[in-house]
C-alpha cells in the first residue's frame, strides 16, 4: 500500500510515460505535476522515487544532460497495472462502505421490529 505522497509521485510519473513503458524526466518536469500546497522538493522526490523503485514499480536510472539531472524510468509489471490498481481500490473502497450501510440499515430495520415486538 503506498502512502499518500508515494501515491502522488506514482500517479505523475505514469501521466509523464503516458502509456509507453518508459520515459526519460527531469525533476523539474515531476514536481510540476504534484500539487504544490504538498511541500515537495527535489529531495524529497528522489527518496520517493528510490522508494518506489525499491518497491518493484520502475527502473531508475539517474542521468545528465546538459548539466541537469534526468531520471530514466522504465515501468515495471507494478508501475503498468499502477491505474488498474488504483481503480479497484476504490472499487473495494465502495464496496465496503456500501456493505456498511447496508449492515447499519438491517440493524436500524431488527431494531424496530424488536422494538414493535416487545414495546
Partial sequence: MLSRNENEVMSAVYALCDGTEGCLVS????LSIL???????????????FALKCDG??????????GEK?????L?????AYKRNA????????FKIFLAFIGALATF???????????
Fill in 70 to 74: 534526468m531520471y530514466v524510468i522504465n
Fill in 35 to 49: 500539487p504544490s500546497k504538498r511541500g515537495f522538493s527535489a529531495e524529497k522526490l528522489e527518496d520517493i522515487l
Fill in 109 to 119: 430495520i431488527f431494531g424496530l421490529i424488536l422494538k414493535a415486538v416487545f414495546g
Fill in 87 to 94: 481503480k479497484q481500490r476504490q472499487r473495494d473502497i465502495t
Fill in 57 to 66: 514499480y520502475f527502473d531508475l536510472i539517474m542521468s545528465e544532460r546538459k
Fill in 76 to 80: 515495471k509489471e507494478n508501475g503498468r
Fill in 27 to 30: 525533476p523539474i518536469d515531476i
